[in-house]
């Protein structure tokens, strides 16, 4: 595997965290030797409860939140840009109907027990320590909040960040 780990701190070095969700990430999660690979758009990098903490935002609707409720680790990775198509594909598939990972025809790797893949240029390990749904009676954006009475509430995930790795 060809990673090297970071300090944990040198992230935002690598990467600028504002635009490092938006470009599009995937999270990868392991549950009842299910895997699931799912692209993302929305993420945080932070502090909190005095720990280093990567927070994503789940929908109720994606099957891998039935595994990040089951999980106690997940990885935040990131593609090498060659791999458009496989975030693309990771973001309109779900594993309810194909086995992504198998797929996508990218490399699973591990590190810390937690699945990824070789073709990540940057990879956050997490243990998941916190979750909690988005309460839509309490977000003051009218548009978002109506969204969420139709469609069901994204739960959000606060992983401790335990290893940083970056592509050689
Ligand atoms: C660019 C992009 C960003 C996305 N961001 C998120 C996100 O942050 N949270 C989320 O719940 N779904 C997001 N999705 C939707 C899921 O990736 C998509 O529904 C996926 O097929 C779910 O797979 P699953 O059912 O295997 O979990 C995004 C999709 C795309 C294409």
Redesign the pocket.
């Known amino acids: 595997m060809s990673f090297h780990e970071i300090p944990i701190s040198d992230i935002c070095k690598y990467k600028d965290p504002f635009s490092l969700?938006s470009k599009?990430g995937l999270?990868v999660v392991e549950s009842n030797g299910q895997i699931?690979?799912?692209?993302?758009?929305?993420?945080a990098l932070g502090t909190l409860w005095s720990k280093r903490i990567c927070t994503?935002?789940?929908?109720a609707?994606?099957?891998?939140?039935?595994?990040f409720d089951q999980a106690d680790r997940f990885a935040v990775c990131f593609l090498k840009p060659e791999y458009r198509n496989q975030?693309?594909y990771?973001?309109?598939?779900?594993?309810?109907d194909e086995d992504?990972a198998a797929k996508s025809g990218m490399t699973l790797v591990r590190d810390c027990g937690i699945p990824f893949f070789e073709e990540c240029e940057l990879v956050i390990l997490c243990k998941k320590v916190g979750q909690s749904d988005f309460d839509p009676k309490r977000i003051t954006l009218p548009q978002i909040a109506s969204w969420y009475t139709k469609e069901g509430p994204?739960t959000i995930y606060q992983g401790e960040i335990i290893k940083v790795l970056v592509s050689d």
Do not use: A
Not at 36 to 43: L, N, V
Not at 56 to 59: D, E, F, G, L, M
Not at 61 to 67: A, E
């Open positions: 969700f599009g999270t699931d690979p799912m692209t993302i758009g929305w993420g994503v935002y789940i929908h609707s994606r099957y891998s939140k039935v595994l975030l693309d990771c973001g309109n598939v779900s594993l309810r992504k994204h």
